[in-house]
Nanobody, 116 residues
Framework: QVQLVESGGGLVQAGGSLRLSCAAS????????MGWYRQGPGKQRRLVAT???????NYADSVKGRFTISRDNAKNTVYLQMNSLKPEDTAVYYC??????????WGQGTQVTVSS
């Protein structure tokens, strides 16, 4: 069982920045693929970015060049640095931990609101 706790969301003006954090309880944190997903009002949950245990990253086209995912295995934490935020980035952001046989786990989400 893995518990994930997100933090760092809030209200920011367009063009601003936020840094989300996700702290994991897993003792084997480093083996998980960690990801950030978001769900806007009336929309489906969608991938924002993922990072593998080896540090390989993948981004949704809509955030490439603006968002950066990183992880600190010593702190069991994954981050999402969000720059040049746009109103369309407004969503609840969820942290995910994924492993082929250990399972998939979600955090409770953190709200990000970007005002125009």
């Amino acid at each position: 069982q893995v518990q994930l706790v997100e933090s760092g969301g809030g209200l920011v003006q367009a063009g601003g920045s936020l840094r989300l954090s996700c702290a994991a309880s897993a003792s084997s944190f480093s083996v998980y693929v960690m990801g950030w997903y978001r769900q806007g009002p009336g929309k489906q949950r969608r991938l924002v970015a993922t990072i593998t245990s080896g540090g390989n990253t993948n981004y949704a086209d809509s955030v490439k060049g603006r968002f950066t995912i990183s992880r600190d295995n010593a702190k069991n934490t994954v981050y999402l640095q969000m720059n040049s935020l746009k109103p369309e980035d407004t969503a609840v952001y969820y942290c995910n931990a994924e492993h082929s046989w250990r399972g998939s786990y979600w955090g409770q989400g953190t709200q990000v609101t970007v005002s125009s």
